[in-house]
């Protein structure tokens, strides 16, 4: 038995399928993939979901995000990192509603940092200061949220920050 396989076997709590995660600062070898998570938070105005979006330190949109890292499960670190960006308090579905994937606009051009995003549905019960408050969190309202997400992103990555808006609208509104 391979040592990969020795390492999995005895750690099992901290393998999940195909995903990488982060085992005592180090992260698994390339065939597994650290879990990057996001907080899709939300609010019902006038009927409409609205939804919560951050800066990056760049000045560009998007949702809270980050990587689960000594988390409990991945709804933790979506929550944790709602927190810790948008200062939301609020309930984050357990399970992913849709997964995209996100590339950092610097390093674009290599296409060597893509990385799978599992979004989690966060309806927002309050709102705090955020921890890192150059975030500076703000409401829009989904066809307004899905302009602010397509700006400094490639077609291909536009597309995908929208389908989770699209998603996210459709089973807010079954709700």
């Not at 709590?13 to 879990?35: A, H, M, N, T």
Request: glycine share 6%; with cysteine; hydrophobic share 35%.
């Amino acid at each position: 038995m391979g040592l990969l396989t020795q390492v999995l076997s005895a750690h099992s709590s901290l393998y999940r399928g195909s995903l990488r995660r982060r085992y005592d600062g180090f992260f698994w070898p390339s065939s597994l993939e650290r879990l990057h998570v996001a907080a899709v938070c939300y609010r019902i105005r006038r009927g409409e979901p609205e939804f919560l979006l951050v800066r990056t330190r760049n000045g560009h949109w998007t949702f809270p995000k980050g990587g689960v890292d000594q988390d409990a499960t991945a709804a933790a670190a979506a929550a944790r990192e709602a927190y810790e960006e948008a200062g939301v308090k609020g309930s984050v579905e357990r399970l992913p509603f849709i997964s995209y994937r996100h590339c950092k606009p610097r390093r674009l051009p290599s296409r060597k940092h893509i990385v799978t995003v599992h979004a989690h549905l966060c309806e927002v019960k309050r709102l705090v200061s955020p921890l890192e408050d150059y975030r500076n969190p703000r409401w829009f309202r989904a066809e307004e949220a899905k302009r602010r997400l397509q700006k400094f992103r490639t077609s291909e990555f536009a597309s995908e920050v929208v389908n989770v808006i699209e998603r996210a609208t459709e089973l807010i509104s079954c709700r």
